[in-house]
T-cell receptor, first 109, second 118 residues
Framework: GQNIDQPTEMTATEGAIVQINCTYQTSGFNGLFWYQQHAGEAPTFLSYNVLDGLEEKGRFSSFLSRSKGYSYLLLKELQMKDSASYLCAVMDSNYQLIWGAGTKLIIKP | GAVVSQHPSWVICKSGTSVKIECRSLDFQATTMFWYRQFPKQSLMLMATSNEGSKATYEQGVEKDKFLINHASLTLSTLTVTSAHPEDSSFYIC??????????????FGPGTRLTVT
């Protein structure tokens, strides 16, 4: 079956760095997405990785290792507004998104 | 660019009535639209995928006669919840993917519709 695993909840301190991991097992792979979702709102796109390596975009970076079925989202210089759920999603061979359950990130002052 | 709107943002309806939710791509042609449902503190659950001009493909466990999806144009898809019951109360989110939005197959999400059935 298809499976996406990510931690349920993480806590970090304002100004610090946090890494949210995602492991996956899917039928085929056409890329991995990270989305941010604030409570009561729709997800917003953060990053897309289809090749191995690190993609950096401002304070956020995303890493992919296809051989290991592994990705992480790295958030630097954490701000209170970064408190949200972070969703990992993999696009399978049918170009359907398979969603993880999301990681709730709590930022403390 | 790549903006998706949903209407209404929230709706309260009585049990047994039907509710229609609209999803529009405002600045691109949405060849494929997705409808998701999200219960509190849970992840997104894909309900169905619709391609413009063809019947929607429903996920296992989703009743196609209860959740009617129409994707009649490249900019509009509708989801009608028929004979709504309190257990249908949820956050319904549409997303769209289409031409002119890049090569990443990114899905652009609407803001969601919160449905409460009393």
């Amino acid at each position: 079956g298809q499976n996406i695993d990510q931690p349920t909840e993480m806590t970090a301190t304002e100004g610090a760095i946090v890494q949210i991991n995602c492991t996956y097992q899917t039928s085929g792979f056409n890329g991995l997405f990270w989305y941010q979702q604030h409570a009561g709102e729709a997800p917003t796109f953060l990053s897309y990785n289809v090749l191995d390596g690190l993609e950096e975009k401002g304070r956020f970076s995303s890493f992919l290792s296809r051989s290991k079925g592994y990705s992480y989202l790295l958030l630097k210089e954490l701000q209170m507004k970064d408190s949200a759920s972070y969703l990992c999603a993999v696009m399978d061979s049918n170009y359907q998104l398979i969603w993880g359950a999301g990681t709730k990130l709590i930022i403390k002052p | 660019g790549a903006v998706v709107s949903q209407h209404p943002s929230w709706v309260i309806c009585k049990s047994g009535t039907s509710v229609k939710i609209e999803c529009r791509s405002l600045d691109f042609q949405a060849t494929t639209m997705f409808w998701y449902r999200q219960f509190p503190k849970q992840s997104l659950m894909l309900m169905a995928t619709s391609n413009e001009g063809s019947k929607a493909t429903y996920e296992q466990g989703v009743e196609k006669d209860k959740f009617l999806i129409n994707h009649a144009s490249l900019t509009l898809s509708t989801l009608t919840v028929t004979s709504a019951h309190p257990e249908d109360s949820s956050f319904y989110i549409c997303s769209a993917r289409g031409t002119g939005t890049g090569d990443s197959y990114e899905q652009y999400f609407g803001p969601g519709t919160r449905l409460t059935v009393t």
